[in-house]
């Protein structure tokens, strides 16, 4: 019974370039969870998808950000163009059904290096 | 304002001792749930605990304890006989019924430091 997965795990991209950060849920799990961890920092909620939907994105940047999890296959967290400020740990967290208060299963995290 | 505040940033202790690691939350929901999670230097999350705001009861698990204090808005974690394994950066987190479905809200972290 594998957790959650996700790839890569270390990420290495040049200013002005995109990154591609995936996420698998765990098996059963159809509510997915992106955070962004900054150096030093606690974690910060980013967006919340259900399969083809996005239910919440308020904490996403405006601009370069977008997600998706579509039908099949993992879910995506993109980076256009990115910037050094960019650079962090990215979370993906899975649960199996609705509610606020399930335990999120969190994956291993893709860290982000922006040269 | 929902908010999770860790006050200790950092903690250093010697195998053995006890450690409390201390969270306060703010939030005006009567129905929320906390959280906390421990990250290893290897990064990952583990999950460690989840309360409900309507089960006060202070809960064991082998060498950890948690202290739930709805009058001074504390969820307090305590590590009993530590050692060297138990170091790592330690979250508390809360999710409350009027925000977001799915928005955990973090406190920054306390980073505890086991010695031998």
């Known amino acids: 019974n594998a957790g959650v997965m996700q790839n890569p795990r270390h990420l290495v991209r040049r200013r002005g370039q995109e990154a591609r950060l995936r996420c698998s849920p765990m098996?059963?799990?159809?509510?997915v969870y992106w955070y962004r961890q900054l150096p030093e920092e606690g974690l910060k909620f980013m967006v919340y998808?259900?399969?083809?939907?996005?239910?919440?994105e308020s904490g996403m940047p405006k601009e370069r950000f977008s997600a998706e999890f579509p039908k099949e296959g993992p879910s995506i967290l993109r980076i256009q163009q990115v910037v050094r400020g960019d650079s962090a740990a990215y979370f993906c967290?899975?649960?199996?059904?609705?509610?606020?208060?399930?335990?999120?299963?969190f994956g291993p995290g893709t860290r982000l290096t922006v040269l | 304002a929902q908010k999770v505040t860790q006050a200790q940033t950092e903690i250093s202790v010697v195998e053995k001792e006890d450690v409390t690691l201390d969270c306060v939350y703010e939030?005006?929901?009567?129905?929320?749930?906390l959280f906390w999670y421990k990250q290893p230097p290897s990064g990952e999350l583990v999950f460690l605990i989840r309360r409900n705001s309507f089960d006060e009861q202070n809960e064991i698990s082998g060498r950890y304890s948690w202290n739930f204090q709805k009058s001074t808005s504390s969820f307090n974690f305590t590590i009993t006989a530590s050692q060297v394994v138990d170091s790592a950066v330690y979250f508390c987190a809360l999710i409350f019924y009027g925000g977001s479905q799915g928005n955990l809200i973090f406190g920054k972290g306390t980073k505890l430091s086991v010695k031998p």
């Open positions: 967290a899975s649960s199996p059904d609705r509610g606020s208060y399930n335990e999120q299963f």
């Open positions: 998808l259900q399969k083809e939907n996005i239910i919440d």
């Open positions: 098996k059963g799990h159809s509510h």
């Open positions: 939030t005006r929901d009567t129905t929320y749930y």
